[in-house]
C-alpha cells in the first residue's frame, strides 16, 4: 500500500484519530505519516536514526532516537529532548519502542554494526519512560531490544532479543510497570530467520515480523506454537500492527537495507508497507503515552 520505499521501515502504529499509519525509517532519520485516504506520505526528519514512535495523549509522538527518548511535534516538526541515555556507549542506538496500558512508553537499545554482520554483544537493554519522565531500566545485556506488547490481561511482558533469536514471556506489574520472571516462549524455526517486530490480537496471539524470513508469524503464548504464517512479497519484513477503522487490517513494514545490488534487483517490493487483508481477527487500539 505504501510503494515509497524505506531504508528500515519500521514500528508501525495506526493512528485512529488522523486515520493514518504513522512509522519510522530508522537509516533515514525520518518519522513517516502515510494516509490510505490520500495515499500520501509525509514525513519529518529528525536529527539521529529514529527506533520507534508513538502516540502522546495531548497529541503530536514520543520518540526514542539517537540514545535519547524526545517528542515530536507533527505541525512545527520541533523535537524536544526529554532525556540522554546510554552516552558512555556511542555506538548504541534505541530500537523498538510501544506504549503500556498505563501510558508508560518502553523502548530497548541496541548496539549498531561496526561492519556487516559485526557488532559489540550485550550492549543493549530495555527501558521504561514514565509519565512524570522518570526512567527505570528493566533488562540488561541485550544485543538487539525488539518487539513488544502486552497480554489481554495485563498480566504478561512480551519481549523480543533479536539475536535470541525467540520470544520470552516476562511477568508484568501493571501497578508499577515492573517486569520479571521471564521464560522462553517460542524459539523461531531456521525458515523464520530473525525476529523483529511484534504486535497482539483480540484473541490474545501474538504476531511476529521475521526479518530475512519473509514472513509474519502467529504465535499462541498458552502453548508456545505457531499457529499461522503469512508470506510476503520480500525478504527483510521488520515489523507489522493492526489498524483500519475496525483494526482488522495489518500494516507490516520492510527494509531494503541490507540487501545487495544483485538481490535488490529482483526484490522490487523490498521497503514498502503491505496491508494483509482477510485474517479473521483483529487489533487493539494502541495506548497513548499519559504525558
Known amino acids: 500500500v505504501v510503494k515509497e ?38 514525513s519529518v526528519s529528525v536529527d539521529a536514526r529514529v527506533g520507534s514512535v508513538a502516540l502522546r495523549q495531548c497529541g503530536g509522538y514520543v520518540i526514542a532516537l539517537g540514545t ?3 517528542f515530536l511535534d507533527w505541525d512545527t516538526e520541533a523535537v524536544t529532548t526529554i532525556l540522554e541515555l546510554e552516552q558512555d556507549k556511542p555506538n548504541n542506538r534505541f ?21 556487516p554482520g559485526v557488532r559489540a554483544r550485550r550492549q543493549g537493554a530495555l527501558y521504561t519512560l514514565f509519565p512524570d519522565h522518570s526512567v527505570i531500566k528493566q533488562l540488561d545485556q541485550l544485543d538487539i531490544s525488539n518487539g513488544l506488547d502486552w497480554s489481554l490481561d495485563h498480566r ?17 506489574d ?17 525458515e523464520e530467520q530473525m525476529p523483529d517486530g511484534m504486535c497482539i490480537d483480540t484473541e490474545g496471539k501474538l504476531w511476529v515480523a521475521c526479518i530475512d524470513g519473509g514472513r509474519v508469524i502467529r504465535i499462541d503464548p498458552e ?14 519484513i521488520t515489523s507489522c500492527c493492526f489498524g483500519g477503522k475496525d483494526y482488522s487490517e ?25 496491508k494483509i487483508t482477510g485474517l479473521g481477527v483483529k487489533g487493539i487500539p494502541q495506548n497513548f503515552y499519559a504525558a
Open 5 to 42: 520505499k524505506n531504508r528500515m521501515g519500521e514500528c508501525p502504529v495506526w493512528e485512529e484519530r488522523e486515520n493514518a499509519l504513522v512509522y519510522v525509517d530508522i537509516n533515514s532519520q525520518k518519522v513517516c505519516r502515510w494516509s490510505p485516504v490520500t495515499n500520501e506520505v509525509q
Open 250 to 274: 495489518m500494516y507490516v513494514t520492510s527494509a531494503y537495507d541490507g540487501l545487495d545490488e544483485a538481490t535488490l534487483a529482483k526484490e522490487p517490493h523490498a521497503g514498502e508497507i503491505f
Open 68 to 70: 535519547r527518548f524526545a
Open 223 to 236: 502453548t508456545g506454537k505457531r499457529i499461522q504464517t503469512v508470506r510476503l512479497p520480500t525478504p527483510r
Open 95 to 115: 530500537n523498538d519502542g510501544k506504549v503500556d496500558p498505563k501510558g508508560r512508553f518502553f523502548a530497548g537499545t541496541m548496539a549498531e554494526e561496526t561492519a
Open 174 to 190: 501493571v501497578h508499577t510497570g515492573k517486569i520479571a520472571c521471564p521464560k522462553l516462549l517460542y524459539h523461531l524455526e531456521k
Open 156 to 172: 504478561t511482558f512480551f519481549h523480543i532479543d533479536s539475536l535470541s533469536y525467540a520470544v520470552h514471556a516476562f511477568s508484568y
